[in-house]
């Protein structure tokens, strides 16, 4: 098994997963603000939104062209950008790094659709280690329900579409969440990612947070 | 060590390799005139030509942004997407495809570039062994002679300005160019490259190349 190292720079890397609807992102959103508030420097980092590489893979989806080894390849060369234009940098300097998705996306996604796990996993073996890694844990249904009343159409890639699960959108998309979520459940143990119940009231998933990330910020300087 | 597999496609994959002014794209010129004119279907792939990635690459290069893992990560997404997309279909098709560099490429100058060797071979695992592999060796100042004269300005990446290897375009060129000849000598044992003395005349040079095709020519179709 792969081991990240922890990294020794003296900023904090704390990262969020879950399926889409398990309300990882509202978590880190309100993390922010009160890391913010308490006058902590703190970067936010999102996944697939490097701007060297954006381009590329919305343009690969639109055709539909990526294959599983050029969708990850891609995704990790954007991951790569962020990690050392964005992460390393603040964490160099001292600040928290919030990350919406992180390299568990990857695996998870990537496995799902068919590429070996050993090798994603030494492609991405470039990454910095987080200090803390959440999982937002929910079951499929909870998330479809959250997912699908209030949201557009779902994208092609997004629903698994291109791994012929099902003619249907919003069917294809169940199997490839179901199939991703076994994939996070492996995750957990695999890199000890802090599980979340992500069922619970938003404010007592927040306190857990918030609990687990004060214990981190001994010795981090604030900016004011 | 990793050792790739001998695909089993009916085709046959014939790369040729060596630095810039080694001759070697005007040897697989003369090998792909002969074949095609002994009826055999030839496809042509070239290094850092994938539709889907070229933009990306060469707007990255533009800006001088990309760094050693996302300039590898890149370009390995632009090769895997022409081994699946023209490759594999050519080769299961059981034609003859002519690749003017391969993974090796990326292995000499990448670990050039301080990527780790072992990761860069990891990271291009899902590649196809080629049924022959030519090394076109040259001293360094023979090939400087064929390039510097006849060429316009040497660009940023070619020259490997992104090393610090000296402020004289000229000279990070040279002193790069000598560090990929002697990771391109390793390769040549670890892969069991066939080396050809590029500084033999061409005509020797392309029979020597055509003796050892034709021996993997038997059972090959023909399309007139």
Same mark, same amino acid.
């Given at each position: 098994?792969?081991?990240?190292?922890?990294?020794?720079?003296?900023?904090?890397?704390? &990262?969020? #997963?879950?399926?889409?609807?398990?309300?990882?992102? +509202?978590?880190? !959103?309100?993390?922010?603000?009160?890391?913010?508030?308490?006058?902590?420097?703190?970067?936010?980092? #999102?996944?697939?939104?490097?701007?060297?590489?954006?381009?590329? +893979?919305?343009?690969?989806?639109?055709?539909?062209?990526?294959?599983? +080894?050029?969708?990850?390849?891609?995704?990790? =060369?954007?991951?790569?950008?962020?990690?050392?234009?964005?992460?390393?940098? =603040?964490?160099?300097?001292?600040?928290? /790094? *919030?990350?919406? %998705?992180?390299?568990?996306? =990857?695996?998870?996604?990537?496995?799902? %659709?068919?590429?070996?796990?050993?090798?994603?996993?030494?492609?991405?073996?470039?990454?910095?280690?987080?200090?803390?890694?959440?999982?937002?844990? /929910?079951?499929?249904?909870? !998330?479809?329900?959250?997912?699908?009343?209030?949201?557009?159409?779902?994208?092609?890639?997004? !629903?698994?579409?291109?791994?012929?699960?099902?003619?249907?959108? #919003?069917?294809?998309?169940?199997?490839?969440?179901?199939?991703? *979520?076994?994939?996070?459940?492996?995750? /957990?143990? #695999?890199?000890?990612?802090? /599980?979340?119940?992500? &069922?619970?009231?938003?404010?007592?998933?927040?306190?857990?947070?918030?609990? *687990?990330?004060?214990?981190? *910020?001994?010795?981090?300087?604030?900016?004011?």
């Amino acid at each position: 098994m792969l081991r990240y190292s922890q990294h020794r720079f003296p900023g904090r890397l704390i &990262t969020v #997963e879950g399926i889409d609807g398990s309300g990882k992102s +509202t978590q880190l !959103a309100l993390l922010h603000r009160w890391l913010a508030g308490e006058g902590y420097p703190v970067r936010f980092s #999102e996944w697939n939104s490097s701007a060297l590489v954006k381009q590329i +893979t919305s343009r690969g989806k639109k055709k539909q062209i990526l294959t599983p +080894t050029t969708f990850c390849l891609t995704h990790a =060369a954007d991951f790569a950008d962020r990690v050392e234009h964005d992460v390393i940098p =603040a964490l160099r300097s001292g600040g928290i /790094v *919030l990350s919406d %998705r992180y390299i568990y996306t =990857a695996f998870a996604r990537d496995v799902v %659709r068919g590429v070996d796990p050993q090798w994603v996993r030494r492609v991405y073996r470039f990454a910095v280690k987080p200090t803390l890694a959440f999982y937002f844990r /929910v079951p499929l249904d909870v !998330a479809l329900g959250r997912i699908l009343g209030g949201r557009n159409a779902l994208k092609y890639y997004e !629903a698994g579409m291109d791994l012929d699960l099902s003619n249907d959108v #919003e069917e294809s998309f169940k199997i490839f969440q179901s199939k991703i *979520l076994k994939q996070y459940d492996a995750l /957990v143990k #695999e890199f000890g990612l802090i /599980v979340i119940d992500a &069922t619970m009231p938003i404010e007592e998933q927040q306190a857990q947070m918030r609990a *687990l990330v004060k214990d981190k *910020l001994a010795g981090l300087k604030r900016i004011n």
